[in-house]
């Protein structure tokens, strides 16, 4: 079964370096999305991308972070700058369309030290 | 987007019937109702989705009454490895952002 893959799987870093969490969706979806999750809190959308285009962003999506599909098959996730709190599980998900089951990667454990 | 209320938590034991319920009482015409399961450390999983009246899959089946502000999860004979957080999900999927809740803690006892 086609799934969702992501890395690293967990990625340690300092305040204020810049990070890139990749992600490899689905091969027929079109659809990409990040998440995050704060360890012990609830999973929050950040972002999602369509047609090499940001779709809709939330408020936690600022202009520290970035999205890119460098590739066919890429999607990734840029922090420019860390702070302590950009800390948690990233997720990224796929979905054949917008309406769709997201199907989403395991996850990339970011701590920022 | 309709604001969903669920338990934080419920138990059971294994080889019983679950059934989280979920409100939605401001749910709107072209909202959708989906559920989505979550186990430790891992990305959320799709369970069902719903619009009216009852779904059902290999995994679970979705009630929704006819007014559609609420509705209920039904996980048949509950085993451990369901042990997870479930998440009541409501929305038009226009755009597909999911917004999550704290969902449901479902701890299954053997």
């Known amino acids: 079964e086609p799934e969702v893959t992501q890395t690293p799987s967990h990625q340690v870093t300092q305040m204020g370096q810049e990070v890139i969490l990749r992600c490899v969706p689905i091969?027929?979806?079109?659809?990409f999305y990040w998440y995050r999750q704060i360890l012990g809190q609830k999973v929050e959308f950040l972002v999602s991308?369509?047609?090499?285009?940001?779709?809709?962003k939330s408020e936690i999506f600022d202009d520290q972070f970035s999205v890119e599909r460098p590739d066919g098959s890429n999607f990734t996730l840029k922090i420019r700058s860390t702070k302590l709190e950009d800390s948690a599980m990233y997720f990224c998900?796929?979905?054949?369309?917008?309406?769709?089951?997201?199907?989403f990667g395991p996850g990339t454990r970011l701590t920022v030290l | 987007l309709a604001k969903t209320t669920q338990p934080i938590s419920m138990d059971s034991y294994e080889g019983q019937e679950v059934n989280i319920t979920c409100s939605h009482n401001?749910?709107?015409?072209?909202?959708?109702i989906t559920w989505y399961q979550q186990f430790p450390s891992q990305g959320p999983r799709f369970i069902i989705q719903?619009?009216?009246t009852k779904v059902t899959n290999e995994v679970a089946s979705l009630f929704i009454p006819a007014d559609r502000k609420s509705s209920t999860l039904s996980l048949p004979r509950v085993s451990l490895s369901d042990t997870a957080v479930y998440y009541c999900?409501?929305?038009?999927?226009?755009?597909?952002?999911?917004?999550f809740g704290q969902g449901t803690e479902l701890s299954v006892k053997p």
């Open positions: 991308f369509y047609n090499n285009e940001i779709s809709e």
């Open positions: 999900l409501v929305g038009d999927n226009q755009g597909g952002k999911l917004i």
């Open positions: 719903g619009y009216k």
């Open positions: 998900a796929s979905s054949v369309g917008g309406v769709n089951e997201q199907f």
């Open positions: 401001n749910i709107a015409t072209n909202d959708y």
């Open positions: 091969s027929n979806h079109l659809y």
